[in-house]
């Protein structure tokens, strides 16, 4: 049984469908990327599956259990579209990492010695142990890409969606998220990954599911890179400080 | 001396009431800063505006009109901004224009029946609070105090990161109404010490002025209740001294405080900077390829 079995899912915004049609399963123990260009509707998928934005057509079953039904969702870590961990009043990465815990508290009942554990533990698979108690917004922009990692980390998740997790993040980090994500993959995790650009952590792929016009156009063998990407002694390196510069991106957003 | 103030028993009333409302709306506020809704607290006093124009209407007693009309007001909020296209703003200047007309148009028709009292609600009557009055303000902001000290992990995670809370499974909905309803409890009890045109300072001003020196959200909530208490304390002495309405006196020093701490924060910072707290990762690469020298 799929952990996550999506059909014919049509998702609109005013009318207009950003995602057709689309079947995406991720069988136990899987690693998943979902690819394509900006505006492929990737994202937009991810969130359905999420259960963020409602489906116009189609389903999702979700461990077997239609979505509209699921309750386990301690089951699923989710890492979002990179926000930045800060808000409004300062909090810690422990704090922060510790939201991963909530599903599996009772409303109103303090954390047990299982949930600060895995706090804990979460927040040292990311490496960032030493800065559990520093405030958020006094972390780097990759360390609090790190902090949503760890908090998603922290669910003890079967199922790690994760969405364009290393966008921003330096060549190193990525190495080392990437180990981190494989650690778990090899302890039975299944992963569903967007991401738009071939790194480290595409490497430990079982499949790639490539969409185009909120189409799938590609579902089998993950991509290879190509020209200078396939070339073993090329550097990947960024020219600007947020990590990628294609154009869509050219006014921040998206 | 100033302490000779206390032996009426209205200011003993009036004291108690100040410390109680100071110590428990920055444990709402401090929800309402992280959410980005600091001027929610305003919003809901303009509605309670129509609230004590309801009290007058019908001879009720304005804090239990009050209370009524916010908490519908803060659910009709909530839903249109979920429900609806409507966004927070907006929601929010339909509150202050619809609050504040609902209150004239409604007190116009019970022109007769005390108008001269309205003065009280918006600038706040501390001095004039009965003990009953006192009562519920204690009551109400025990209440609150407990029930957001209790949900504070939940509430912080759907004030941070509402989506992520969201594909965790936690009760967003719920829960966003709670914190509202909350807010109106708040602002009817405590119209009594600060008015409704000044109440939102204390669920704002003591959270805004320690988190300039906090690391971590439950430390900010606890010093902001600190704050809070000194805030209203300093405010009634004050006013008491000077017989000058106790609610203005309140929000300046607060406002005085804020001003105060921003500035050494600032300072602090410029002098910190050289050696800073968080060095970047060991051996973190250069993001760019530097050109072969020459």
């Not at chain 1, 569903?192 to 792929?205: A, S």
Request: glycine fraction near 10%; hydrophobic fraction near 50%; aromatic fraction near 6%.
């Amino acid at each position: 049984m799929p952990v996550l079995n999506v059909r014919g899912a049509t998702v609109s915004y005013g009318g207009r469908a950003v995602v057709r049609g689309a079947d995406l399963a991720v069988a136990p123990g899987e690693a998943v990327a979902l690819m394509g260009a900006n505006g492929s509707g990737k994202s937009t998928l991810i969130k359905a599956v999420a259960g963020l934005v409602p489906l116009a057509g189609g389903s999702i079953e979700l461990f077997g259990t239609p979505q509209k039904r699921f309750r386990a969702w301690k089951r699923i870590g989710y890492v979002p579209q990179r926000t930045g961990a800060a808000s409004g009043v300062p909090s810690t990465a422990a704090e922060v990492v510790s939201q991963g815990r909530l599903a599996h508290r009772a409303l109103g009942m303090p954390p047990r010695r299982g949930d600060r554990e895995a706090v804990a533990r979460s927040l040292a698979e990311v490496g960032l142990a030493d800065h559990a108690r520093c405030s958020v917004d006094t972390l780097s922009g990759g360390q609090q890409q790190r902090v949503l990692i760890a908090r998603a980390l922290a669910t003890d998740p079967e199922l790690l969606i994760m969405d364009e997790p290393t966008v921003g993040v330096d060549a190193e980090t990525q190495a080392a998220l990437a180990a981190v994500i494989a650690a778990r993959v090899d302890a039975g995790c299944a992963v569903l990954l967007v991401t738009h650009e071939l790194g480290p952590l595409t490497d430990r792929l079982d499949r790639a599911v490539v969409l185009a016009d909120g189409k799938v156009v590609h579902d089998g063998a993950p991509p290879r890179p190509v020209g200078e990407h396939a070339d073993p002694a090329h550097e990947h390196v960024h020219p600007h400080a947020n990590g990628h510069n294609d154009s869509d991106d050219l006014w921040g957003g998206k | 001396m100033i302490f000779e103030y206390f032996q009426y028993e209205f200011m003993q009333r009036a004291l108690l009431s100040a410390l109680v409302v100071g110590l428990c709306a920055p444990t709402v506020g401090v929800f309402l800063v992280q959410k980005r809704l600091a001027l929610i607290g305003d919003g809901l006093g303009h509605v309670a505006l129509t609230g004590v124009a309801v009290g007058f209407l019908t001879g009720a007693a304005p804090v239990w009109t009050t209370l009524a009309v916010t908490v519908a007001a803060a659910v009709v909020m909530e839903l249109l901004r979920a429900k609806s296209k409507t966004s927070g703003d907006v929601a929010l200047a339909m509150l202050f224009y619809g609050g504040l007309a609902g209150g004239v148009y409604l007190t116009g028709i019970a022109s007769d029946k005390g108008i001269a009292n309205l003065q009280q609600y918006l600038f706040g009557s501390l001095l004039t609070a009965g003990w009953s009055e006192v009562w519920t303000i204690v009551v109400g902001g025990a209440v609150v105090a407990a029930l957001m000290l209790v949900l504070r992990p939940w509430l912080t995670a759907i004030c941070a990161d509402e989506q992520y809370a969201r594909v965790s499974g936690l009760p967003v909905a719920a829960l966003n109404l709670l914190l509202l309803v909350t807010t109106a409890v708040t602002v009817s009890v405590s119209m009594r010490a600060v008015g409704i045109l000044l109440v939102s300072a204390l669920l704002v001003i003591p959270v805004v002025t320690v988190q300039q020196f906090t690391r971590s959200f439950k430390a900010t909530m606890f010093a902001s209740m600190g704050a809070g208490l000194l805030i209203s304390g300093a405010g009634v002495l004050t006013s008491a001294a000077q017989d000058v309405p106790p609610g203005a006196t309140i929000v300046l020093i607060g406002v005085a405080a804020f001003v105060a701490t921003a500035f050494i924060a600032a300072l602090t910072r410029r002098v910190r900077r050289t050696r800073r707290g968080h060095l970047p990762p060991e051996g973190e690469p250069l993001e760019v390829e530097l050109p072969a020298k020459a």
